[in-house]
Structure formats: structure tokens, C-alpha cells
């Protein structure tokens, strides 16, 4: 209070001779508390400008854990993508030999279809004989029963 | 004799170095003072660090244009108005964004006393006097605000926060005179 007061007197005197209206002495008392009430908020929170370096000291302890589970993450991701490259490689590779497999079987589905065909046709003409050639066919068929 | 009465040039390294040395001295001395005004004009302990260094950065880069014309303190309170200005400035226009701010309200602010040996009694009433000056702060323009915590926070003269504030002695009178005004009108009422 002394000190509020002792300040206030300076102010007060500066106000007279400055020419401005005197300070009664509840504002000049209600002035004083609140500049002491100023000073002392700043100056605590001007103090409390060097916790930070505490904090980040508390900070680092924990830096150590938390790099360890950045790896952790990071070497899961890379494995995690390798496997589903992986994966989706032995898949297209599954899918082309089943595709090959399936070609084949079209492939030899198609031999054995122009086989049948072939065979049909040769059964046909060897069936076919000419009518010029008949009289010659039945002597044939006479002599060999001769 | 000659060596002795001739004076060697400066080098523009020393020359920086003093230069370094002179700002560094001034952040010193300056830094409580500029950070006190800005906390009390916003009440934000965190916009009041911020903007004392904001303060003081762009005092660094200006430093060299600083002819010393005024006062340190006063070149520096120049700058730290404008930013607190500026800082008004885009709050009021940024409006319609859900801007947090950490201001705390009259009643905390009046928490803060000095420790002395006082009884309850005056404790309480200090603080509702405190309560009641800041509740009157609120209520006055931006102008005056600065005016008066120039003169009864910092305890700066007129020509001194005539020279911070860009204002003539008259003006600053005049807004000092209405902030009184206020104060009193605060005070009496209670």
C-alpha cells in the first residue's frame, strides 16, 4: 500500500504540473492499486516465460518411446505394402496359369473337334464309290470269293 | 600524436557487432515493459508474448533506420500500439470466424495484487477498486485506453505518449481527461 501510495505521489505530481485535472484520492488509491495490480501479473507471467524449457525437458524423456512407435509405424506400413504387393503378384500369376490352362483345353478341344471332322469326312468318301466303277467292284468281290 | 588524435574507421562487421549489441541491451531493458502494456491492453498473456515479440522482431529489422529521435522506449511503444492495433484490427474484421481467445475477465485479472501486508479486509477492497478500474478500461475507446494505461500503468508523461501514440499533447490530454472521467464515474457508482 505504502509503495502504491509513494508511486501514485510521483504520478500525482506530474498530473499537477502537466496541467491535468488532480487525482482525487479514491481514484488516485483505486489508480495505484490497479497499476500494482498490472506490475504484479506481469512480472509473475514474465517469470513464467522460462517454464517451457522445463517442459521440454519432461518432452524429451518421452521422445525415445515415441520414436521407437514411429518406427514401429513406419516398418509396418513398408511391410504391409510389400505383402499386399506380394499378394496381388501371386494372384495375376495364379490367374495367367489358369488362363493358359483354360487355352489349352480350347486348343485341344479344337484339335479333337477337327479331328472327328476329318475322320467323318475320310468315313464319307471311302463309302462313296462311283457309279462307273461298280461292275468293276462286284467282279472284284466275285473273283476274291472265287 | 598523430595515431592518438585520428580515429580509425569502423568496419561494417564491428559496426554490426555494436549494432548487435545495442539491440540486444535494449531487449533487456525493454522487453518487461513492452509485454506489461500489451498484456494489459489485451488481457491475453499469450497474444501479449506473441505480440511482444512481434515487437521487437520488427524493431530488429528496423533497427538501423532508428535515428533516435525519440526515445528507445518510446520508438519501441510506437510499434507496439500499431501491432496491437493491427491485432484489433483483424479480429474485428475476421468477425464471422469462431476466433478462441484466451483474454481472461475482469475478475481474474483482479486477482493479481502485490504481496504486502495487508489484512483481508483491504485485500478485498484493493481488489474491487482493481475490479472496478479495468470494468471502466473496458468501456473506453481504443485511444483513450492507451492513454490512460501509458500514463498510470507505465507512468509516461504527455510529450512522451504524444510521441508513442503519434498524437498531439492536446489530444492526449483530452482522451486522458475523458478516461479519468470514466474511471471516477466507475468508482463513484460503486
Not at chain 1, 509503495?3 to 500525482?12: A, F, I, K, P, S
Request: include cysteine.
Amino acid at each position: 500500500m505504502e509503495r502504491n501510495d509513494e508511486n501514485l505521489t510521483g504520478t500525482h505530481r506530474a498530473t499537477e504540473r502537466e496541467g491535468l485535472d488532480p487525482l482525487d484520492p479514491k481514484t488516485r488509491e483505486a489508480i495505484g492499486n490497479f497499476r500494482a495490480s498490472v506490475h504484479a501479473w506481469s512480472d509473475s507471467m514474465v517469470s513464467r516465460s522460462r517454464v517451457p524449457a522445463e517442459v521440454t525437458t519432461r518432452k524429451s524423456q518421452w521422445s525415445t518411446p515415441g520414436w521407437v512407435l514411429g518406427s514401429a509405424v513406419f516398418v509396418g506400413a513398408v511391410s504391409g505394402g510389400l505383402y499386399q504387393n506380394h499378394h496381388q503378384q501371386e494372384q495375376a500369376r495364379a490367374a495367367a496359369a489358369r488362363e493358359a490352362e483354360h487355352q489349352q483345353q480350347l486348343a485341344a478341344e479344337r484339335a479333337r473337334e477337327e479331328e472327328d471332322l476329318l475322320a467323318k469326312v475320310d468315313s464319307d468318301l471311302s463309302r462313296e464309290v462311283p457309279s462307273a466303277m461298280e461292275p468293276l467292284a462286284s467282279l472284284m468281290s466275285d473273283e476274291g470269293s472265287k | 600524436m598523430a595515431a592518438c588524435t585520428t580515429l580509425d574507421p569502423m568496419t561494417k562487421a564491428t559496426a554490426d557487432e555494436v549494432a548487435e549489441r545495442d539491440f540486444a541491451s535494449i531487449v533487456a531493458t525493454h522487453r518487461a515493459q513492452i509485454f506489461r502494456f500489451l498484456l494489459a491492453s489485451t488481457r491475453d498473456v499469450d497474444l501479449a508474448e506473441t505480440l511482444t515479440q512481434d515487437c521487437f522482431l520488427k524493431a530488429h529489422r528496423n533497427w538501423s533506420s532508428f535515428r533516435g529521435d525519440s526515445s528507445p522506449m518510446t520508438w519501441l511503444m510506437r510499434i507496439a500500439i500499431n501491432l496491437q492495433k493491427d491485432n484489433w484490427r483483424n479480429r474485428r474484421l475476421q468477425f464471422w470466424r469462431h476466433t478462441r481467445t484466451n483474454a481472461v475477465d475482469v475478475e481474474e485479472a483482479s486477482d493479481w495484487l502485490p504481496s504486502g501486508e495487508r489484512s483481508a479486509e483491504q485485500q478485498m477492497l484493493a481488489r474491487e477498486q482493481v475490479a472496478n478500474v479495468w470494468r471502466s478500461v473496458d468501456g473506453l475507446s481504443e485511444r483513450q485506453r492507451t492513454v490512460f494505461l501509458l500514463r498510470f500503468v507505465e507512468e509516461l508523461e504527455l510529450k512522451e505518449i504524444a510521441d508513442a501514440t503519434g498524437l498531439s499533447e492536446g489530444t492526449v490530454k483530452a482522451h486522458l481527461s475523458r478516461a479519468l472521467s470514466r474511471v471516477r464515474a466507475e468508482l463513484g457508482e460503486k
